[in-house]
């Protein structure tokens, strides 16, 4: 299917429905409608929130799903503003967007090992809670993260007792969005 006066992206978004939030390929955006793929299970009719990495959300409704190609028709209208920040700044940069997921997740430091609690990840990193503040900006780390292993990081930022750990490696869309069903359940 193809969208008129659309937009081909071909980036990482995300899809937020009431009780589950997933990765998904945006391939084309218009003002009123995307075309996305996604593992995510969709029914014709249903509310969701479309993100994009450049902040945007947007309500829709699904027009239709066809295998994993899921029609996703706005609630409102996109701005051509939106779409066009879309194609430019998901170009480059860091991935932006985020999957929540609060779990206990274990960090081996240069001094020993730290207990921190995971509040959200990306193909990129993910941002944790260290209570005791042991972790220190530009300390490389491994993470421990039940279902994908000891990934490689560095402590990026800090704020407070939340602290931004980048992968040194990047996980794979496909891992992440099969871990991200796993832990949905």
Known sequence: MEIKNAVTILHVGKLVTADRERLCVVHSLASKEALIR??????????????????????????????????????????????????????????????????????????????????????????????TASLAVGTDVQISIEGLGKRDASVCWRQDRSFGLQFHVPLGFKLLDQWTAQMQG
């Open 38 to 131: 996604t593992t995510l299970p969709l029914d014709s009719g249903q509310s969701v929130t479309l993100a994009l990495r450049n902040g945007f959300t947007i309500a829709a409704v699904v027009g239709f799903v066809q295998g994993d190609q899921v029609l996703l028709l706005f609630e409102g209208q996109m701005s051509t503003s939106a779409m066009l920040a879309e194609q430019r700044d998901g170009r480059g940069g860091r991935e932006a967007i985020r999957l929540h997921f609060t779990m206990p997740v274990s960090v081996t430091t240069p001094d020993g090992d730290c207990s921190c609690v995971m509040q959200d990840i990306s193909l990129s990193g993910v941002k944790v809670i260290d209570e």
